[in-house]
């Protein structure tokens, strides 16, 4: 490990497990690489390695009551908190990863974490039943759908005397993937993605309007591992549910022909299109200024298509030089025959990529905090990603995604992969 850390501040929270001893040598890693460390310790932990111990390691005083002031001058968890770079908690147990998701603060650690807005990486660490227990993967996925990160646990003997997932991944794993969050690799730094999410609302009257499930989340989430990458990130998003992420170009539209507008205007200079929105393909004919009064029993609606956004972005595309080509990515919500459909569309479409899922399938599509999907390129089948969350979904694709780009470019045909 030679990158440094010199003139980082890393907030590190160490909770109540046998895993907290391994803090120590977390500690004495991150100071090797130049790291200011303040630790944070529940009770809990400083029954199985001293805040002596810790507090020699990293030259600072470690904090375990949220009410123990030293300096008048100062509130310190605000303090803290607003000094981090970084804030990892290493060993998490169930216990701390359910504060921390249901936002209670009743702690050094939980407190201080509700009052920054540095980057956040856990490392649980836990019985293996524990961790696979569904209150368990709630917490876990309602953490990553904030934008949190996990180092997860490994596999192998437990203290306990179980042989399961759970024990704390080591010092040097959770070092490294420190370091890559706070100087890298940024592998789409210098690159401009635009991504599109949510679902588009088309107007029958002032109080009525056609619309579906979409909650944004999916799209959300690409936007913020990219981000998270280092690229410029433009997110046009029509009604969603969930929380817009910090750090991105935000715009906001209705329907589908401002979507259409939108991501037209800002295709010019963008290296990667993410189309995750859900589109309506009609909306009406006649839209009512006023609110249309019940009058007879059956009403008719008269639809025309809207725009086809991916289809206009794919024939964009095709009419650029080699080296302007984005690498355009296309979503396929499907109920059955998610190959053929998605295969279908990626050709139509003019697709580099086509991530499609069944939208019927428990754990997948519309509102959830987890997704699967098959993602495609233009010889088929590139990945099937099991049930994870949208981040950890993201993360893959965008990975898929680099390699795509990165060999496009290698050999400036504008053909993708597939295997």
Not at 155 to 177: F, M, W
Not at 326 to 349: Q, S, Y
Request: hydrophobic share 40%; proline share 5%.
């Amino acid at each position: 490990m030679n990158k440094s850390l010199s003139g980082k501040t890393i907030l590190l929270g160490v909770s109540g497990g046998i895993a907290a001893y391994k803090s120590a040598t977390l500690c004495s890693r991150l100071v090797g690489l130049g790291a200011i460390v303040r630790v944070m310790m529940t009770e809990g932990a400083t029954r199985f390695i001293t805040p002596l111990t810790l507090q020699t390691l990293t030259r600072y005083p470690v904090a375990t009551d949220v009410f123990d002031e030293k300096d008048a001058s100062i509130v310190q968890h605000i303090d803290w908190a607003d000094s981090a770079d970084l804030a990892v908690i290493a060993p998490a147990t169930a216990n701390l990863l359910s504060k921390l998701a249901n936002g209670l603060a009743d702690d050094m650690i939980s407190t201080t974490l509700l009052a920054t807005t540095a980057p956040l990486l856990i490392a649980p660490a836990m019985n293996v039943h524990m961790w696979e227990h569904p209150a368990v993967i709630d917490n876990v996925n309602k953490l990553a759908s904030r934008g949190a990160t996990f180092v997860e646990p490994g596999t192998g003997q437990l203290a306990c005397g179980y042989v399961g997932k759970g024990r704390l991944a080591e010092p040097d794993e959770i070092v490294e993937a420190i370091v890559a969050m706070l100087v890298g690799p940024k592998p789409l730094s210098g690159k401009r993605v635009l991504v599109t999410a949510g679902g588009t609302v088309e107007r029958i009257d002032p109080v009525r309007y056609i619309t579906n499930d979409s909650s944004g989340k999916m799209g959300f989430a690409i936007a913020e591992a990219a981000r998270d990458r280092g690229a410029e990130v433009t997110l046009i998003c029509g009604k969603t549910e969930a929380n817009v992420p910090h750090g991105v170009n935000l715009v906001k539209v209705d329907s589908a022909s401002q979507m259409h507008d939108a991501v037209m205007e800002r295709l010019p200079g963008t290296d990667i299109v993410v189309k995750a929105a859900a589109v309506a393909d009609y909306r009406p004919v006649h839209q009512a200024t006023q609110k249309i009064k019940k009058t007879d029993d059956k009403m008719s609606l008269e639809l025309v298509r809207n725009p086809d956004i991916l289809l206009a972005v794919g024939e964009w595309k095709n009419a650029q030089p080699n080296k302007d080509k984005p690498l355009v990515i296309g979503f396929a919500a499907e109920t059955n025959d998610v190959e053929k459909h998605a295969m279908d569309k990626l050709n139509r479409k003019k697709c580099d990529l086509i991530v499609a899922n069944n939208v019927a399938e428990t754990g997948a599509g519309f509102g959830t905090d987890t997704n699967i999907v098959s993602i495609y390129g233009p010889r088929g089948l590139i990945e099937n990603v099991p049930q994870m969350t949208k981040r950890a979904v993201a993360e893959k694709l965008l990975d898929i995604a680099q390699s795509t780009l990165s060999l496009q470019q290698a050999q400036g045909d504008g053909k993708g992969p597939g295997r």
